[in-house]
């Protein structure tokens, strides 16, 4: 039930009957494949546009990170319930490139399939979305090595 969760912003965690919850963590990936944890609170201004919030030793760049859904039990990570590869660029002065925000959000909004296609014939298809996907994918998403997988699970489960 919606009404029993209840938001942890310091911790990054969302809690449901006590004991068990949803859990955030970010990790952005150096070039040299190590990690660094994002606070979801920092991630969030930078999305949001925070004018303040910047990221200067990436500035001008394109970096992958990844973002990872954990199920918490006692505010501790138990699994990890979902993992997204993506790249945040940046700006010269170290803030979210806005245009490639847009784009990206744009080409995300392409992917979704047709509600009501009315066909004028059964044998025209309309593939957009799927073409839109694969895209996305290959310009928005990255894919973990094995030992970038096996050091963000080290960070979270120690």
Known sequence: MIADLK??????EIRKEGNMGLGTR?????EDDSIE?????RYNRLIKGNPDERLLQFAGKRIRYALMVLEMMNRKPVEI???EYSFLTFDSEG????SEREKSIRLAMNMLEPIASEQKSRKVIDVKHKFAKRRFDDRYLWKPSPEIETAIQRAIFG
Do not use: E, H, N
């Not at 803030?95 to 806005?98: F, H, Q, Y």
């Open 7 to 12: 938001v942890d912003s310091v911790s990054d």
């Open 81 to 83: 319930l979902m993992a």
């Open 95 to 98: 803030r979210l490139d806005v």
């Open 37 to 41: 944890r994002l606070s979801l609170k």
């Open 26 to 30: 970010i990790f952005i990936v150096k």
